[in-house]
Every structure is written in structure tokens, then in C-alpha cells.
Nanobody
Framework: QVQLVESGGGLVQAGDSLRLSCVAS????????MGWFRQAPGKERECVAA????????YYADSVKGRFTISRDNAKNTVYLQMNSLKSEDTAVYYC?????????????????WGQGTQVTVSS
């Protein structure tokens, strides 16, 4: 069983940057496809970025392309989400997710391991 713990969220101003981390335990992440999702109040959870097991393939939602970067360090069992030029509409709880798979998975329904989430609040 994979346990995921997110960190790095907080309160920032528009235009600032944050880096989220997701550390896994219980299993090596090297054979897992990973994703970052977010859920804002009153909205459905959406995938903002996803990365294949090797890191060679990535996916980004249109709303974050050019601003967010997903990466992974399998040796550290960690996945990152670098968020630059943050906007107020990026305010949400951000979740890390994992699925034993090789390819990039941009859909929530494909993941079976989830973290508890970390709050990101961007003030305008």
C-alpha cells in the first residue's frame, strides 16, 4: 500500500511561486504514474499535471501550462509541483495521486492512491 503525504502549500500573493512536494512511503514510486489534482470550493477536482513513471511524459491542464512544472525524483520517492506566477484562481486544496502504471494518466478515475491534500491560497 502506498501512502502519500503532500507539503509545501500556504498563503501567497498573486505572482508568487510555491513548490509542492509529495513523498511516498510503503512502496517505491519508480513503477507508479503520478498526478497532481486540485479542488476549489464548490468545484470538482481537476487534474493540473501528471507524469509517467520515468518522467519522460507529462500532462498539464490548459489553465496551468507555462506556469506549473511537474517533476519526480524516484530515488527520493518524491514528486514535485513547481507553481509560478500564481493567480487567485489557483486557490484550492492540492492532492497528490498515484497509480501503478507506466504511462501518464490525466484522469482522476484512473488513480487509486491519494494523499490528504495541502491548501494553497493565493491572494490578489
Amino acid at each position: 500500500q502506498v501512502q502519500l503525504v503532500e507539503s509545501g502549500g500556504g498563503l501567497v500573493q498573486a505572482g508568487d511561486s510555491l513548490r509542492l512536494s509529495c513523498v511516498a512511503s510503503g512502496h517505491t514510486l519508480s513503477s507508479y504514474s503520478m498526478g497532481w489534482f486540485r479542488q476549489a470550493p464548490g468545484k470538482e477536482r481537476e487534474c493540473v499535471a501528471a507524469i509517467s513513471w520515468s518522467g519522460s511524459s507529462t500532462y498539464y491542464a490548459d489553465s496551468v501550462k507555462g506556469r506549473f512544472t511537474i517533476s519526480r525524483d524516484n530515488a527520493k520517492n518524491t514528486v514535485y509541483l513547481q507553481m509560478n506566477s500564481l493567480k487567485s484562481e489557483d486557490t484550492a486544496v492540492y492532492y497528490c495521486a498515484a497509480r501503478a502504471a507506466l504511462r501518464v494518466l490525466p484522469s482522476e478515475t484512473l488513480y487509486d492512491h491519494w494523499g490528504q491534500g495541502t491548501q494553497v491560497t493565493v491572494s490578489s
